[in-house]
């Protein structure tokens, strides 16, 4: 009697539903390589951490406004100068009181040399406490983009890390680890409890979490299953509820199946190949003493090879939307001029090539991830076989997520497979991030091919502050444009991302493809 009882007491205690609380067993291709919140940025991995740590102001999932987070309210003292209000009675998970003084240590840490979160602290000059509940945000300049850079930058308990020696990221460019690479002490609707790298993930509901949410689940597994095949079984056969990545060819039979649902949304995400402009002779190639990644016409000449829509009918079974801008629609800047591609022309890329002195092509290496975006690494077997026929020889090479993004991080591929998402919803995310000459706080964090051009830096550096809702769209499509003109990179398609599910599972589908955890039932 006394055990019904108290489990009855912690079932009320989670709130709306948990009467009828489950268990949710999710699956996808991929594994996060971290727990450290400012460590590597990625969706997959955002997402998941969202579920244990928290941002000052999230966007609400259905209408992607900003909203009141572990901030419950925030002013513009100038133009240069936020005042955020911290909710009171929040606590991390081993106890530990929120204070400003966490949230000055977290976004601080954010800007650390190894993290690859700056590019959502571009413009904050630094973070000042003002009393135990209140914190400033101080600006180099206006930053229109603020708040929604917030919504990513996680805070991390301040004495935790500092007991713990996590206080600056873990470098995912070497294999050292800190504290918070294993471990999480976050203030979200759920608790780490285990992570076996590749194998399993659990989390469970936070009895304390100062919140309400919706979600009647009180645990989460998640299973990285890098087999399509495996990984289709395993919805099928009931033993996961939710696959984030079905593989194409299985949707028909998914959405016959009477037990399960497809559920489909454009992603604001846009896949692209970049290409190493920067070396002047590449690892690998035949050609020696030069690059022709350099050379205008080379990268034209890849990119009119590539045949998009067999690519969009055939590889993505129609889930893709073929683009020439480095953006999506949904993102600011984005426009139907920059959305327009170069034609596929076989013999204009045979043309361009032995203008370019290539008339029999070269050799040149070619990464991909083969765990990370739809269908990553069979794109890249039919680009190598496209490209093969203007003279190209492309050898392909494919790595899980886990060890790719830290290889081209490290400059270590001449041509590269990448898929950007627009967590902001403003293309001075992408621009910044893909496109301006690397160099402090965030600039160019993940320009691996380390393209450089003043013009376009400059066009990137005044967007950073430009607040006329008129001449700031200007500016960003200007820079979009010119990344056309240049071949900076060579876009293929914007991601369409169907989930399936068990038909008990309610989810809000999001344009970033990552679950809303306090939404979440299982009926």
Known sequence: MKRTVIALAAALALGAGAAWAKPFKWASAGEIS??????QNNALQNGIHAAVYESLVYYNSKTFKVEPMLAQSWRELSPTQWRFTLRKGVKFHDGAPLTAADVVFSLTRAMAKTSNFAIYTQGIDKVVKVDDHTVDIILKGPNPVLLNQLTELRIMNKAWAEKNRSTEPKDMKTSDENFAHRNANGT????????????????ERNPNYWGKIDSNVTQITYTPIKSDATRMAALLSGEVDFVLDPTPQDLPRLRNNANLKVVDGVENRTIFLGM???????PGSNVKGKNPLKDLRVRKALYQAIDIDTIHRVTMRGLSQPTGALVAPQVAGWSEAVHKRLPYDVEAAKKLLAEAGYKDGFEVDFACPNNRYINDEQICQAVTAMWAKVGVKAKLRTLPLTTYFPMIQRYEASIYMLGWGVPTFDALYSLQSLVHTPGPGGDGNYNVGRYSNPKMDAI???AKTETDPFIRPRLLTEALQLHNDEVVHIPLHNQIIPWAMKKSVDVVHRADNRIDWRVLTVN
Not at 191 to 201: A, S, Y
Not at 276 to 282: A, G
Request: no cysteine; glycine share 4%; net charge negative.
């Open 188 to 203: 979200g609707p759920f608790i780490l409890k285990q992570w076996v790298p590749d194998q399993r993930m659990v989390l």
């Open 460 to 462: 990137i550096d005044r």
């Open 34 to 39: 971290t727990w450290d919140i400012h460590s």
């Open 276 to 282: 190493d402009q920067f070396r002047d002779e590449l």
